[in-house]
């Protein structure tokens, strides 16, 4: 069977949102849980175009809210697949916010969300390879497939780590830290 390939381009999706009172926090600034999860949306909707298929997340990385998003504002997030595994997509996320009436634009964030996509009965399927046609999508594709393997290289090292825990020496390891340790048994 010839393997389907599609290019980034196919399935890229911007959605804007007009930033309502109801999404504040009692500082007056959009709550962080409202952008994620509108990027929650952006990133099944460009992945479920390049699989054609139904969609689950399954990690995000790099999560940074770089400046506070205000209520008025028109936020416009931008999704692409930058890397493909077998039955995952890494889709990078641009997240910009527009004051329409001074036309400020801020950058506010930018993200990693991997999804897998799955059959309707959930058993996860391949996705169609990526076809690189510009220097841009490759760059991605390095980028995605840096935090593909950063990603797994951290939990490893974090299993590690906790399988190897020795309760005794982590006292001394959290010495310099602001915390407090007076545990009772
Ligand atoms: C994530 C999930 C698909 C992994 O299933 P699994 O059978 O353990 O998967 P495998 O170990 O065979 O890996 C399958 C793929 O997921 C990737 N994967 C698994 N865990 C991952 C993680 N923590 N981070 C990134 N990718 C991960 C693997 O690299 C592999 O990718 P590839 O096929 O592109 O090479 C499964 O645990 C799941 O369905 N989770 C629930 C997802 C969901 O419902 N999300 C919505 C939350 S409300």
Redesign the pocket.
Known sequence: MTEIFKTPSQSITTITELMIPSYANFGGKVHGGIILSLMDKVAYACASKHSAAYC????VDGVEFLSPVEVGELVSLTAAVHF?????MIVGIQVESLQPRTGLVKHTNSCYF?M?A?DEN?K?IQ?PGLKIETREDLIHFCEGKSI?EN??TN?ALLENDMQHLNLNEQVHFCDQERCLIQIQD
Do not use: H, I, Q
């Open positions: 689950v997340t399954v990690a493909v595994g077998n039955t995952t991997t897998a799955k959930g996860l996705v593909r990603s797994k939990r």
